[in-house]
């Protein structure tokens, strides 16, 4: 097969769905020795060099438009029934088996198309959505749901939101869990040195995410000045990720900012953080949550979405994202008990195992094939 793939939102580092497309590429380049790839990447941005050298490695072909997103997002998806009739209705589209797009555009071509579709936030919690990417998702989802062959859901709750709020064959959306790439052990040493640099105490909660109202964030804190005033002394809260929108954390003594890191340095936080909490209020998959698990963090997270699915099979505890005293009690619970730690440890690093890209291409590949 022939097939093309939008690989545009690799550059947004520090979201998931960077995380994600970087994760796919790799996977594709590392899995599929079978099939030809296109993959198209539109910006100003720089494709990261290491992405741009394996694809040609590879022998793959890359194709580079330098156009902002939304400005394809207005051709692709406000000018959706006219784009065929521009120039930028490319040849390399035509020449393909498939196209998979991304998590913005959806182009108006003859080729069979397949959609990842990653969350219908926008959707469920709009009021925790910024207004840009409100607009835009509602106006792709119209294509999809006319115009895809195939839908790729990250999980069986974002399955489920798709049929609930759209017009859709069961028979063309496809569970496929994302893959979760296996760690490497951080030497201690330079553990030390990560935590020195940031101020880090040895004993630290760790939560990560960007900085914007779904991740319910200030839920979190609330819960933390909770405890306090129980606890004379508790461990300090860690919260990694850049800042979003319509979120303000005052920095003090026991709550640490570092801001986006690279994904060595969030490995070693992973590695020493006595608890990982991750309190979003709605995720389409939730790779921090399997990020914690498979670097033997324990996890305590939102029983809602798909964050319930990951956390099946006691790896991981729960709580009521919208509920503080919920979220104080669980916490309390994972801080002062050694042995659930432990236990959450084990089940965890157990359930991330299941999350590979190596069976994300495989389920990929088999189902474009199948519908072909």
């Known amino acids: 097969?022939?097939?093309?793939?939008?690989?545009?939102?690799?550059?947004?580092?520090?979201?998931?769905?960077?995380?994600?497309?970087?994760?796919?590429?790799?996977?594709?380049?590392?899995?599929?020795?079978?099939?030809?790839?296109?993959?198209?990447?539109?910006?100003?941005?720089?494709?990261p060099i290491t992405i741009e050298s394996n694809i040609h490695s590879k022998g793959q072909k890359l194709v580079k438009w330098p156009i902002p997103p939304r400005v394809l997002s207005f051709l692709w998806n406000?000018?959706?029934?006219?784009?065929?009739?521009?120039?930028?209705?490319s040849q390399f589209?035509?020449?393909?088996?498939?196209?998979?797009?991304?998590?913005?555009?959806e182009p108006s071509i003859q080729t069979k198309k397949a959609t990842i579709i990653h969350d219908l936030v926008f959707k469920k919690h709009p009021e925790t959505v910024h207004d840009t990417i409100l607009k835009t998702q509602q106006k792709r989802l119209n294509w999809v749901q006319h115009e895809s062959d195939l839908i790729f859901a990250d999980s069986q709750s974002t399955a489920d939101d798709l049929k609930k709020y759209y017009k859709i064959d069961s028979k063309k959306i496809v569970i496929n869990y994302p893959g979760v790439d296996e760690?490497?052990?951080?030497?201690?040493?330079?553990?030390?040195?990560?935590k020195s640099n940031f101020r880090i105490p040895d004993t630290f909660i760790l939560t990560v995410g960007k900085l914007e109202p779904r991740k319910n964030l200030e839920r979190l804190i609330q819960a933390y000045n909770l405890l306090?005033?129980?606890?004379?002394?508790?461990p300090a809260l860690v919260i990694v990720g850049m800042h979003g929108w319509d979120t303000d954390i005052q920095k003090h003594d026991d709550i640490i900012l570092p801001g986006y890191v690279n994904d060595e340095i969030l490995?070693?936080?992973?590695?020493?953080?006595?608890?990982?909490v991750y309190p979003s209020i709605y995720e389409g998959f939730g790779y921090p949550v399997v990020e914690a698990m498979i670097n033997k963090c324990p996890v305590l997270t939102s029983n809602t979405s798909s964050l319930i699915e990951l956390a099946k099979n006691?790896?991981?505890?729960?709580?009521d994202p919208l509920n503080v005293e919920d979220i104080a009690e669980q916490l309390e619970?994972?801080?002062?008990?050694?042995?659930?730690?432990?236990?959450?440890?084990?089940?965890?690093?157990?359930?991330?195992?299941?999350?590979?890209?190596?069976?994300y291409v495989a389920t990929l590949l088999k189902n474009l094939e199948k519908k072909l």
């Open 183 to 194: 760690p490497m052990q951080m030497d201690r040493n330079f553990i030390t040195e990560i």
């Open 314 to 319: 006691k790896s991981a505890l729960t709580f």
């Open 78 to 89: 406000d000018l959706h029934n006219y784009s065929k009739l521009l120039t930028l209705n």
């Open 1 to 47: 097969m022939n097939i093309g793939i939008d690989i545009s939102q690799i550059v947004y580092k520090g979201t998931g769905v960077s995380r994600f497309t970087e994760g796919l590429v790799q996977g594709i380049l590392e899995y599929d020795k079978k099939h030809n790839w296109t993959f198209f990447f539109s910006g100003r941005q720089e494709l």
């Open 267 to 276: 490995t070693a936080l992973y590695q020493s953080a006595l608890c990982f």
């Open 333 to 359: 619970k994972i801080i002062n008990n050694q042995n659930l730690r432990t236990e959450l440890i084990k089940n965890g690093e157990k359930r991330a195992i299941q999350f590979t890209w190596k069976n």
């Open 228 to 234: 306090q005033k129980k606890h004379t002394k508790l």
């Open 93 to 105: 589209l035509t020449k393909l088996d498939w196209f998979i797009t991304s998590d913005w555009t």
